[in-house]
């Protein structure tokens, strides 16, 4: 890891655990120096060392007696107190105030808030795939927003994240799309559903050939199936009408990602599309090395560990019997892509639960090939589905799934309804901008704010309140912070290096210092939850401080320069970290 100067450098806990390892090297010997010392918070210290446990029998001793040999030899001048030894061999330990004053003045100054930049890896992260001519659901809003945080993460670890949004751009429907459009009209209103309604686009072309169908299927499905043997040949023709569809949504595509304030672009379109001339490759290699076999016609993939029904042999199909090709073949042609021709260190798959057994199948499989190095980490970030009230899937009244872009419409008129009622000092335009950013905001903490691969219940009258671990809440916070700052540049008040007074104080400064270390977290174990329960915690651990704290009463002007730098830190990570979630900070609320 590198930092630029000036930049705050070692967590509390990294400097702790390198006194405590020189501390069990001196008092055991040098084997015992990399031993992990088990730093955890603690609510008798700043943190505690439960090394000795562990210890204790390696030792041939008792962990009191451990605990006591390692304080002994433990120097921790001039960053903790005296060390305490309590309980069975427990060690706690105190940061000195001054030390722990000294790091939060530099973070101030530190643009990057102590976060490392580490070695750079190339991460591939493949995220959202929406489907050609299909309304975006919110079983895609998962997918959509975990990934762009963890690419928003990555990125701000100094990794090269390459974006991949896998759409699904290709098969036997785009013989019926390309035939409706050529019903309506290519520049006909109807064509514009796509944009601004694909799934009635979808819908009525898929009547049209149920239809045709059950009168016997010369007409329409007739055409259709033409139509998608002339796109799998390539005709020009129809390449461009397939073209045009893309087109199409890929605009209604944008209009959600530009409401969602996603960071995905047309330059990060990977659909299946792009893999078709590597499919059948992909099968005559694994054919040639004896991976591949045929089974009842089909091309098959048989893998140790992966049984069915009944104990019978779970087959990866990758031809099928009649010779078309299914998700596993392209699977196996992107990572093999992302690998070879991306370089990736490391491959992220931010995809729905369900598909954990498919994937890790697709895994082996590119494994046993070569095509997946043991060095190259790929990672199924799964993701839970979206409950309604009754527990169930979220789906409307129908059963259908529930349209994303009415669920993310109704969260901004909820949070604007909020902002009529209690700023109506603000101007329309304002009160618009800010309501989108709390509305929007909301949805994408909720989401963001429980564990990747749980599920959650979808409730909006929960998101959008202030109360509560919401992103609104969050929001708030950092407006507060801004109004205390805009009154203090008011008053002419100067911000100074940060001392120790207050207990809240001192809780503020601590809370501050592990930003860092969570964002590191979030890089590793791909949780942003993590950083979801950090930034509440600081929002309260703040709220605390500023009731007990005044920042800009009182006569004693070194006080409250310390004070005014505890603000303008904390509204820095506040800042930092939503943005690393993906969520706007607005100035006002």
Known sequence: MTAPPGAVTGFPSDVLTDRLQRALGAAFGPEYADVDPVIRPSQFADYQANVALALAKRLGSNPRAVADAIVTHLDVAGVAQAPVVSGPGFVNLTLADQWLADRVTALAADPRLAVPEQEPLVVPIDYSAPNVAKEMHVGHLRTTVVGDALARTLEHLGHRVVRQNHIGDWGTPFGMLIEHLLEVGEHSPESELLVSDPNAFYQAARAKFDADEAAGGQDFAARARRRVVSLQAGDPETLRLWHELIELSTTYFNSIYSLLDVTLTDDDLAGESSYND????????????????????????????????????????????????????????????????????????????????????????????????????????????????????????????????????????????????????????????????????????????????????????????????????????????????????????????????????????????????????????????????????????????????????????????????????????????????????????
């Open 278 to 589: 590597d499919l059948p490759g992909i099968c005559d290699e694994l054919e040639r090395k004896g991976i591949a076999t045929m089974s009842d016609g089909a091309l098959c993939v048989f893998l140790d560990g992966f049984t069915g029904r009944e104990g019978k042999p779970q087959p990866l199909i990758i031809r099928k019997s009649d010779g078309g090709y299914g998700y596993a073949t392209t699977d196996l042609a992107t990572i093999r892509h992302r690998v070879t021709d991306l370089h990736a260190d490391r491959v992220l798959y931010v995809i729905g639960a369900p598909q954990d057994l498919h994937l890790r199948m697709v895994f082996a499989a590119a494994r046993e090939a070569g095509w997946l190095p043991d060095d190259v980490e790929v990672v199924h970030v799964q993701i839970g589905n979206v409950l309604g009230p009754d527990g169930k899937i979220l789906k409307t009244r129908s059963g259908a799934p529930i349209r994303l872009r009415a669920l993310l419409d109704e969260a901004v008129a909820r949070a604007a309804a909020g902002l009529a009622e209690s700023r109506p000092d603000l101007d329309e335009e304002e009160r618009a901008v800010i309501a989108r950013q709390v509305g929007i905001g909301a949805v994408k903490y909720a989401d963001l704010s429980v564990a990747h691969d749980s599920e959650y219940t979808f409730d909006l009258d929960r998101m959008v309140s202030l109360m509560g671990n919401t992103g609104p809440y969050l929001q708030y916070a950092a407006a507060r912070i801004r109004s205390i700052l805009r009154r203090a540049e008011e008053a002419e008040a100067v911000a100074g290096d940060v001392r120790v007074g207050e207990e809240a104080e001192r809780a503020l400064m601590l809370a501050l210092l592990g930003f860092a270390p969570v964002v590191v977290q979030v890089g590793e174990a791909l949780e942003p939850h993590r950083l979801c329960t950090y930034l509440f915690e600081l929002a309260q651990t703040f709220t605390t401080f500023y009731d007990n704290c005044p920042v800009l009463k009182g006569d004693d002007l070194d006080v409250r320069a310390s004070r005014l730098t505890l603000c303008r830190v904390t509204l820095a990570v506040l800042d930092q970290g939503l943005g690393l979630l993906g969520i706007a900070a607005p100035e006002r609320m």
